[in-house]
């Protein structure tokens, strides 16, 4: 996984660099002939490689740090172990994954100040398929842990 996520980002960083050399080239070529839409176009598609470093460094940053609260969870003994079904695909039977949701849900709820619970609902987020929650308990999680 890791490798993939390196070839990703490698690709989308060559991508941010070529998009800001154009936008770079654009901007001066507009300001040196006197096109101010060349000018414009170019301080425009500028804000894209922008943001997409911005994005890249945000998700990269997000997986270091839930790989690192894994880590201690693990080493903690506090990783979820619980063996549910899957499906011919590998995914988890979505059915066993919700019966577990009560217990850690709750937990989470009666210490909401401990990171550690959340985290552990998050990887049930994750392996359910709900990554929209997953990663919204995660980042809850890392201010958690964060502020503690």
Known sequence: M???????????????????????????TG???GEPVAAVMGGAM???PLLG???????????YRAEQLSKRL??????????????PSGR???GEA??????????????PDDWRNWFRLSILYDAAGDRRRARETARK???????A
């Not at 999680?141 to 502020?147: D, G, K, N, V």
């Open 74 to 87: 693990g080493e903690e003994g506090l990783l979820p172990n619980e063996q549910v079904a899957l499906t």
């Open 46 to 48: 500028i804000v894209f």
């Open 2 to 28: 890791k490798i993939a996520v390196a070839v990703m980002a490698a690709v989308f960083a060559l991508y941010v660099w070529l998009l800001g050399g154009r936008s770079i080239a654009l901007l001066a």
């Open 31 to 33: 300001f040196e002939r």
């Open 92 to 94: 988890v039977v979505r």
């Open 53 to 63: 470093g911005w994005a890249l460094l945000r998700e990269l940053w997000f997986g």
């Open 98 to 111: 919700d019966a577990l949701f009560p217990a850690y849900r709750e937990a989470a709820q009666a210490s």
């Open 141 to 147: 999680a890392m201010r958690l842990e964060r502020s």
